[in-house]
């Protein structure tokens, strides 16, 4: 009897220890590397937190891959209000030249895409001509005059809101901004307050990243995965917290030639466009 019980006991301990080496085989196997998303290559930004620095898909974009497609950026679309300053008539494209400009996108064949609509695009393949129309501050006019228009040739922009200014005068309300994400276009943030992002850091800076990327899914129903940085300023830090809270892609006011690398997708350069530029930059 005494024999059969340390046998038992043997065969228990054996058992036990079987099950330890198998428990740390698949805790070690399982246990998942921070990887970046994007494409991205930040030698000098320090990623704190593994746990929201995961991606909830591996990347597939090759790294440092010369991508050709034009941004245009776009501000007010419409009628200037009497008494415009310098600033806001070099802001506003009329009507009548934002239509005349769809018209030169459509009738030259270009490609027009939303900003997530080429970010995806970028692994597969961007087509040829591919342009982008992006709208900054969330404009009113953005929805009663350039909305129809870009519905009239089949289009889609991409609209950069300030969340801080829904609903105010000259910007579009909740419902205007929820009617443009239903008829397919897409919402990106531009901070809540607007600010020079260069000059907080923290909680200060993570808040208008963070804050108005809650408030317009939350509106919308959809993720909001582009952003626009205020007059164009950004920091290290401030590209960090991008990629952290979940934003793939990031435009700048830096001037655009036409393409970008797949290494620098938080730093997307554009083109103004002009009152008077009739797209002239595209070329032919
Ligand atoms: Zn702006």
Not at 264 to 275: A, G, K, S, T
Request: proline letters at 3%; one cysteine or more.
């Amino acid at each position: 009897m005494k024999i059969k019980q340390k046998k038992n006991i043997f065969l228990i301990k054996i058992v036990m220890i079987f099950f330890l080496v198998i428990f740390l085989v698949w805790f070690f196997a399982n246990r998942q590397k921070p990887v970046l998303t994007g494409g991205m290559s930040f030698t000098n930004i320090e990623i704190t937190t593994t746990a929201k620095a995961e991606p909830t898909q591996e990347s597939t974009l090759s790294p440092n891959e010369t991508i050709q497609a034009a941004v245009l950026m776009y501000h007010h679309t419409g009628d200037l209000p009497e008494g415009a300053d310098d600033i806001r008539k070099g802001l506003t494209v009329s009507g009548k030249t934002f239509d005349s400009e769809m018209k030169k996108l459509k009738d030259g064949g270009y490609n027009v895409m939303t900003l997530n609509e080429l970010y995806n695009k970028i692994s597969t393949g961007v087509p040829d001509k591919a342009v982008v129309l992006t709208f900054d501050d969330g404009y009113d006019d953005n929805s009663t005059v350039a909305e129809p228009i870009l519905q009239k040739y089949g289009f889609h922009g991409t609209f950069f809101i300030i969340t801080g200014k829904v609903g105010m005068a000259e910007y579009m309300s909740e419902d205007q901004i929820k009617d443009l994400a239903k008829a397919g276009n897409e919402i990106g943030s531009h901070t809540v307050h607007h600010i020079d992002l260069s000059t907080v850091q923290g909680t200060t800076l993570n808040n208008e990243i963070k804050d108005s990327k809650t408030y317009l899914e939350k509106l919308t129903g959809l993720t909001v995965e582009t952003f626009c940085y205020p007059s164009g300023k950004f920091s290290d830090e401030a590209k960090a917290d991008l990629l952290r809270d979940g934003y793939k892609i990031a435009v700048t006011t830096e001037a655009s030639k036409g393409v970008f690398s797949t290494g620098d997708l938080f730093e997307i350069p554009r083109y103004r466009v002009n009152p008077g530029s009739s797209l002239s930059f595209l070329g032919k």
